[in-house]
């Protein structure tokens, strides 16, 4: 009994008479391979990129075949009223269409009154964008899906001038003409 | 099959690709979400890169600065992922 006291005695006694180290500690510890982290699959933010994680959990961000029949506001989908977007360095232009493509309203920042640069800014294609919402809205139209083509300063304050206006945006969907194998594009600008 | 069919009957139906749905009315979201696709998936510099012819000179160019960026970048990271590495197996190599 005695001597098992001892023992677990004497080991703090031996480190009080070496307060300090002269060397640095010999690593005699083994190799532990539960240190060594296993590669972990699927934590948000370490290794997968955000993206692939917003995709795996939000499968109903995205429309599917069943998609064309869900209702919207007492309307199936694919007979929602369609607002055309084109958005370019210089104008924006909105065009309401209904389901099958006919146009029923359009209005685009020149007509709204701005002139020159001032019809390829942000501010011009809220203000048109509020403005055609009011006038869709006086025709009955209340939710819409957006295809928005080109880019421009007014792509993203387009989509949020017409909610602004009080219609209820149901899909964005971008129909950017863009080609792997095109014909020859216009010569480069000289700056 | 449903899809093919209806691939058939149109070769570009629309409201299928590229398209998000606004969740809680919230729009700007769904926008970024939007373009951050298209930028993952290299349309928008597709279309900055047909918008004006790029002369051969300038592709070479720029495909050249693109191959010192992806080494410069592998090399970077694999310096940060060295300097910052953890559960080493030994506390102070080379101290010994």
Known sequence: MLTAIKNTLRIPVINLGRLFQTSAPIATEKFVHKRIPQDD????????????????????????????????????????????????????????????????????????????????TNIAAQTTAISIATKAIDRGVKTIRVRVRGLGPGRLAAVKGLQMGGLQIVSVTDNTHVSWNPPRPRKARRL | ???????????????????????????????????????????????????????????????????????YNEDMERKIKFVLRKNRHEPFPGCH
Do not use: W
């Not at chain 1, 709204?112 to 390829?120: C, P, Q």
């Not at chain 2, 290299?42 to 012819?53: D, M, S, V």
């Open chain 1, 41 to 120: 699959e699927g934590v948000q933010g370490e290794k997968i990129i955000d993206l692939d994680s917003v995709l795996k959990s939000k499968q109903s961000l995205f429309p599917t075949l069943e998609s064309d029949n869900l209702l919207f506001d007492g309307m199936p989908y694919n007979q929602l009223p369609i607002c055309n977007i084109r958005v370019t360095h210089n104008n924006t232009i909105f065009t309401m269409t209904d389901a099958a493509g006919i146009v029923k309203l359009i209005r685009s920042c020149g007509m709204e009154g701005f002139k020159n640069t001032k019809k390829g």
């Open chain 2, 1 to 71: 099959m449903f899809l093919t069919l209806k691939l058939l009957s149109n070769r570009h139906p629309s409201f299928i690709a590229r398209t998000v749905f606004v969740k809680n009315n919230n729009v700007d979201d769904a926008c970024r979400l939007l373009n951050r696709i298209l930028g993952k998936e290299g349309i928008l510099e597709q279309f900055r890169l047909t918008r004006y012819y790029e002369k051969h000179l300038q592709t070479r160019r720029r495909i050249n600065h693109e191959k010192c960026k992806a080494i």
